[in-house]
Every structure is written in structure tokens, then in C-alpha cells.
């Protein structure tokens, strides 16, 4: 069965440092795609980044960086120089290659401080 | 990014009342996905269409569920009837194809009393 499991409820961190999410999945398929989703408090949920598990380089898009250790699970979500408006519920998700069915964590709450 | 539209963005119905939830995605969008989000939980799927046809369902996805897109119009998921525990927000995507990313709206909050 596919699971996807976001340990941490909550982090607190103050702007312009660093934060990484973590996240863990299970699958038995070799080939899968692995997502960082954002819901802010308005509710909208944006699309931040993407890994798909045939690729060995981490993707990065602007302050955005994944952590991709395929051995382990793993896709955790870096944020470099945190903003105040990087507040969120952050949801990281996966699909199978073959099943077009998006399976979402529990999502981590961040909190960014001055 | 892709938008994706949802109207209305709130609805309050009584419970057995038929509500139906529309979204547009974004036009040049293939597939489209119906998800489920009780307060403070995750989202879960409901389902999945392409091509005028359910692809694929969870098993939330009950009896009283329907989607269509007639006519290449809105894509909606009609409730009929309603129970208490529909209530939830219903948020609608969109991908190009099935290995592109899903792009969200930012979900119809139904409150069925």
C-alpha cells in the first residue's frame, strides 16, 4: 500500500534561516513522482517542486531545494532564507507512475517569526 | 502558475439537498481530479477523469457522487443527496496528462447541515 507520512505537526523558525521538512514514503513501484504542495491560510494549495525517482539530482527551484534519498524513503523540502510569507501548511505527496492518484501527507505547519 | 477556478467558494445546504461543485481547469488540461479535505487533515482523493470517463475512485467516493464535464464546460462533482458527513472542502484539479503535475483550485468549502 502506498503511504505518505509527515512527522513533524509544526515548526516554528525565525526569517531568513534555514528549515527542512521531512517526509517519508512507502511504495512497492520502482517509479514514482514525489511533490511539495504549500496550503496557506487562505486555503489555496500552490505547487512548489517536484522529484521524479529515476533522476539522482536533487531538484531546486528558487528557495526551494528537495533532499531526495531514494534508499531511505525520503523526500525531505529545504527552505533557504525563510520569509515571513513561507507561513504555511506544507503537504508533500507522491504518485505511482502507473496510478494516477495523488497521495498526500498529513502536512507540516510552518510558522516563520521575525 | 496554472490556474485552477472553483465556484462557489463556500456552500451551506441542508442535509438530502443535491449540490453540485464547479471547476474550471486550466484549458489546455486533460485530467482532471476531485479531492477531499476535512479541517485540518490531509487531503484525500475521490477521483480521477479523462476523456469523459471516471479513470479511477476511491472508496469515498460514494454512490450519491457524480462528475462530469459536458460539452468541455465546467467539470463538476454533483452530491445527491447529501449527508452530514459530506461536509468538508472539495478542492478540483488539473494536470496535462497523467504523469504531469496536479495544479489545485482553492476549493469550494461545503457545509451541509
Known amino acids: 500500500a502506498q503511504k505518505v507520512t509527515q512527522t513533524q505537526t509544526s515548526i516554528s523558525v525565525v526569517e531568513k534561516t534555514t528549515v527542512t521538512m521531512d517526509c517519508v514514503y512507502e511504495?512497492?513501484?520502482?517509479?514514482?513522482?514525489l511533490f511539495w504542495y504549500k496550503q496557506t491560510a487562505s486555503g489555496e494549495i500552490v505547487f512548489l517542486i517536484r522529484?521524479?525517482?529515476?533522476?539522482?539530482e536533487n531538484a531546486t527551484v528558487g528557495h526551494y531545494s528537495l533532499n531526495f534519498q531514494k534508499p531511505k524513503s525520503s523526500i525531505g523540502l529545504i527552505i533557504t532564507a525563510t520569509q515571513i510569507e513561507d507561513s504555511a501548511v506544507y503537504f508533500c505527496?507522491?504518485?505511482?507512475?502507473?496510478?494516477?492518484?495523488?497521495?498526500f501527507g498529513s502536512g507540516t505547519k510552518l510558522t516563520v517569526e521575525p | 502558475g496554472p490556474k485552477v477556478l472553483q465556484i462557489p467558494s463556500h456552500q451551506i445546504i441542508d442535509m438530502g439537498q443535491m449540490v453540485t461543485l464547479n471547476c474550471d481547469p486550466v484549458?489546455?488540461?486533460?485530467?482532471f481530479y476531485w479531492y477531499k479535505q476535512i479541517l485540518g487533515q490531509q487531503m484525500e482523493f475521490l477521483v480521477n477523469?479523462?476523456?469523459?470517463?471516471?479513470?479511477?475512485k476511491s472508496k469515498l467516493f460514494k454512490d450519491q457522487f457524480s462528475v462530469e464535464r459536458p460539452d468541455g464546460s465546467y467539470f463538476t462533482l454533483k452530491i445527491q443527496p447529501t449527508a452530514l458527513e459530506d461536509s468538508a472542502v472539495y478542492f478540483c484539479?488539473?494536470?496535462?496528462?497523467?504523469?504531469?503535475?496536479?495544479?489545485f483550485g482553492s476549493g469550494t468549502r461545503l457545509t451541509v447541515l
Open positions: 522529484q521524479d525517482s529515476y533522476k539522482k
Open positions: 484549458s489546455n488540461h486533460l485530467y
Open positions: 505527496a507522491m504518485r505511482m507512475s502507473n496510478y494516477n492518484v495523488l497521495y
Open positions: 484539479a488539473s494536470s496535462f496528462d497523467s504523469a504531469e503535475t496536479l495544479y
Open positions: 477523469f479523462y476523456n469523459g470517463k471516471v479513470m479511477e
Open positions: 511504495t512497492r513501484d520502482s517509479s514514482y513522482f
